[in-house]
């Protein structure tokens, strides 16, 4: 199996409706696979934020998921874990991801809210993609 990590690209979209997300993109098994992670651009009530995790691969269906992080008091960034199966993508492995939730402006921080792709790696094989 040839394993070749792509370059990581952070970027904000253009609307300042739309949510603040990162991207990051590997090749699994010859496959291009984009992770985009979005923070809702809605204000943030109580202590839980539901991110959106969208995953591709040219020629497939997009796969998109709700991870729903708990945010912890008075801190600035909030970690989750979360194991992607990659099934439906036509790609027989699992991403096991950490991501990371920092706090903004509805959180009390003055800063724009914003999630990110901290660690993955694709199981099995306990390779490391970042």
Known sequence: ??????CAAT?????????PC?????????AALAVEVCA????????KVTLTERFTVKGQTPLERALVVEVLPKAGTSRSID???????????TL??????????????GRPAGASLEHALLVPGAI???
């Open 22 to 30: 990162s991207l990051d993109t590997f090749s699994i098994e010859g």
């Open 83 to 93: 194991d992607v199966s990659l099934a439906k993508l036509g790609i027989n492995k």
């Open 96 to 109: 096991h991801l950490t991501i990371v939730f920092k706090a903004g402006p509805s959180t009390g921080s």
């Open 128 to 130: 490391a993609l970042k």
């Open 11 to 19: 970027f904000a979209r253009a609307s300042a409706a739309a949510a």
């Open 40 to 47: 809702p651009a809605e204000s943030l009530v109580g202590t």
């Open 1 to 6: 199996m040839t394993l070749a990590v792509g």
